[in-house]
């Protein structure tokens, strides 16, 4: 039993065996002459140009695509319009075949890739005159950029576009991650040997930890994307599930929204219209709720203020004008909506709503 660890350590050190071999594989050289070498490096270097710029035009297309207005791609039932198409297709159904086509896209791409490292250099001959082929820093740093990291930059991006949808986004997560693992684990893998490799595979390891931990961040809540629906109309929008902490709602048009398990905590609905709105087993604490009431208050107040002025530089007596409270202006706002069915409130806010509106909380 003494000699089990070191057994295991040389095991693990052996470079010909995995784990190691993932990360280091023997080098694969095709010994061809200039004729047939050149032949295959034409054709290969053209099937890979043609890839990449699919891949290039495809990332382009995800992205106009995934700009729409945050208001038009947060319900259930969301439909996005398709860039030079025309056409509207669902948005919970791009989330799900966009990446998976990024995935085939790349799959190809890589397995040409494969096969042009393989063709490596010829001493007589050159190839075609592709961004690939250039023997410079900067075209070698762009086409790694497009082969390996702008497809991970563009699944990140349908992961955060679909971090309002906690089911989409919890599918987007793990496939971003899985993802990014391949591609540090691919370029590592095809690293030229050298006195240098250890510590660029170091760095390598070090910027797949950084990235996942980005990841992760949203789903641990260190980070919380705060959507902007400003003045939105989001009336009769189904929004179950929702994520919308700290968003902007505020004038929004929620009347008759399905807002039930939406998570609502600190969002700004200053001004938005509540009427019918479903917010069951919502999660409103530290929500912003002043309604249209606020604004009356304030202009019969001032009115009101200014009489007193008057009364007062006329020497006559008056009393201080009743005032409403911050919290029953809230609870005027939200008494207009449908039902607070196990909705998670503020202490104080709750107590106001059970003396005012108690049938919204059963």
């Not at 949808?165 to 997560?173: A, G, H, K, V």
């Not at 189904?238 to 929620?254: F, V």
């Not at 009427?275 to 019969?300: E, H, N, P, Q, T």
Request: proline residues 4%; contains cysteine; positive net charge.
């Amino acid at each position: 039993m003494e000699g089990l660890p070191k057994k295991v350590w040389v095991r693990l050190s052996d470079r010909n065996k995995l784990p190691l071999r993932l990360c280091n594989p023997p080098k694969r050289q095709l010994d061809l002459d200039a004729d047939e070498w050149r032949r295959q490096h034409d054709e290969v270097s053209i099937s890979l140009r043609r890839a990449m710029v699919t891949l290039l035009g495809y990332s382009f297309f995800c992205m106009l695509t995934l700009a729409a207005p945050d208001a038009s791609l947060i319900a259930k039932d969301a439909k996005i319009q398709v860039p030079f198409a025309g056409t509207e297709i669902s948005y919970q159904a791009f989330l799900m075949i966009g990446p998976l086509t990024m995935f085939a896209l790349v799959i190809y791409l890589h397995l040409l890739l494969g096969h042009w490292l393989s063709l490596g250099k010829h001493k007589d001959t050159f190839g075609m005159p592709y961004i690939f082929n250039i023997d410079n820093k900067a075209a070698n740093w762009l086409a790694n950029f497009i082969f390996y990291w702008l497809p991970c930059l563009i699944l990140t991006f349908f992961y955060w576009k679909a971090l309002p949808r906690p089911y989409e986004s919890r599918l987007l997560i793990w496939q971003t991650a899985i993802f990014f693992t391949c591609m540090v684990v691919l370029r590592i893998r095809r690293l030229p040997n050298g006195e240098h490799r250890f510590k660029t595979n170091v760095l390598y390891l070090i910027w797949w930890l950084l990235g996942v931990c980005l990841l992760l961040t949203p789903q641990i809540g260190l980070y919380e994307r705060n959507l902007n629906l400003f003045r939105a109309d989001l009336s009769k929008k189904d929004l179950r599930n929702a994520k919308l902490i700290k968003a902007n709602l505020i004038e929004a048009d929620l009347n008759g929204a399905v807002l039930s398990n939406a998570d609502l905590r600190e969002a700004e609905l200053e001004g938005a219209k509540l009427g019918g709105a479903d917010l069951s087993k919502a999660d409103l604490r530290g929500a912003i709720l002043v309604g249209d009431l606020i604004k009356i208050d304030i202009a019969v107040n001032n009115a009101l203020r200014a009489v007193m002025d008057v009364q007062r530089i006329m020497g006559n007596q008056y009393k201080d004008v009743p005032k409403l409270s911050e919290e029953e202006l809230i609870v005027g706002q939200i008494c207009k909506a449908k039902t607070l069915s196990e909705a998670n409130l503020d202490t104080k806010l709750k107590e106001l709503i059970e003396d005012k509106c108690p049938q919204l909380l059963k």
